[in-house]
């Protein structure tokens, strides 16, 4: 596999029923550096995030397809923790984003990332997307 171009940019999520939060953010994310790295929830990881009883919708390969076909998007890993922190001390990109429903001060995965000396960044985060309030408009329609 030929090398990622630098800046990595990282960052993680389950990333269950994609919408146009998702899909901003992903090419705000990747504008941050050369490529981008997208560590998804494996099911049992996100299972116990208690997005719901069924969450996530879909499988963690569904999942997977879907992240990998943006164009955004150079690799699609996993991890089963609760935290991507085991991955991102293994992987240690320079760069680390969330959305910004997320206080990245108060993430373990900044103190890991600024400790070897790489960022952490917040990105805007997009009124009105989000899959929870999707299923929930499904579900009531
Ligand atoms: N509307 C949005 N605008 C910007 N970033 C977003 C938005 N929604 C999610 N993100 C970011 O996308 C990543 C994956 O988020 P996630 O899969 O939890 O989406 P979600 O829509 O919030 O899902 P859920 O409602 O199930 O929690 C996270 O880093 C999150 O910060
Ligand atoms: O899709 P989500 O719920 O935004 O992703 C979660 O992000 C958490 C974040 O990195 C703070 O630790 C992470 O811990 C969790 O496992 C999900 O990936």
């Not at 089963?80 to 935290?83: A, G, H, I, L, P």
């Not at 910004?100 to 993430?107: E, Q, S, V």
């Given at each position: 596999m030929a090398a990622l171009a630098g800046p990595v940019v990282f960052t993680n999520g389950v990333f269950d029923v994609l919408h146009r939060g998702h899909v901003t953010y992903l090419a705000q994310a990747r504008a941050l550096g050369g490529s981008l790295v997208v560590a998804l929830n494996t099911d049992a990881s996100a299972r116990r995030l208690g997005k719901g009883p069924d969450r996530p919708l879909n499988a963690q390969q569904d999942r997977a397809i879907v992240i990998a076909?943006?164009?955004?998007?150079s690799l699609v890993t996993w991890f089963?923790?609760?935290?991507p922190v085991e991955l991102l001390a293994e992987l240690k990109p320079q760069v680390y984003v969330k959305g910004?429903?997320?206080?990245?001060?108060?993430?373990a995965e900044t103190r890991l990332v600024e400790g070897y000396g790489g960022r952490a960044l917040a990105i805007p985060f997009v009124d009105g997307y989000s899959t929870t309030q999707l299923v929930r408009r499904i579900r009531q329609a």
């Open positions: 076909a943006l164009e955004a998007v089963d923790e609760d935290t910004g429903d997320y206080d990245m001060a108060k993430l």
